[in-house]
């Protein structure tokens, strides 16, 4: 599995909050760039870069920031936080984004996602956060009542052909997956998933690559890369 480290924006900065919510950053540089091309010196084939002001606030804020970072390395880079239009999938696109994550306008505008993934084969990813069981939005303050089965039936019919399943109640805390979480989601996705929220050691890698599941593409690291309690380039020899 891929072993993805992270990289989520707020107003310029390379910051991690705590269970998504808004006001618990912890800022850990001022440069993502210099961070982009640290992940990129241990290993990194993927880089994963959230707007959050722009999950936040509907509409991407940090894209001068994404833009250097593509600049400064040669590792693929995703992007997603307030994605909602055509436009801005192709400004992203057109600086070298190898995947767009579309969240909240996924399952919102159903004719946007379908369009995007008409166009872009390939290139579009669905960020499905989960919170308290259920699909979070709109910078994880809403949950929705829908069945995830389902919904992702209906994403595979639209061409979607790649997941990102965040567990926000884990996201930032350092307690660990939630093991049954993972394999739930799994269970009920007919693509391929990159799992994120709470992974805090080399077990948790071992735990979710013991899963065995075939659609498991890879795996989020973020705050246990920022405080040191993985290495990434340990991680990336020994599960990818």
Known sequence: MFIIPA???KNGN???LLKGEEGTETVFSN???DTAKKWERGGAEWIHVVDLDGAFRGNPRNFEAVEEIVRS???NVQVGGGIRNIATVEKYLEIGIERVIIGTSAFTDRDFLKDICGRFPGKIAVGVDTKGGKIALRGWKETIDTSIARTMLEFRDIGVSLVIHTNVDRDGTMEG????SIKDFLSLCPFP???SGGI?????LSEIESIG???LLGAILGKSLYSGSIDLEDSIQRFQ
């Open 7 to 9: 990289i989520d924006l």
């Open 14 to 16: 390379c910051v991690r």
């Open 31 to 33: 440069s993502p760039s």
């Open 73 to 75: 390395v040669s590792s």
């Open 177 to 180: 997956i939630d093991t049954a």
């Open 193 to 195: 998933v990159i799992v």
């Open 200 to 204: 805090a050691s080399l077990s948790d």
């Open 213 to 215: 599941d075939d659609n």
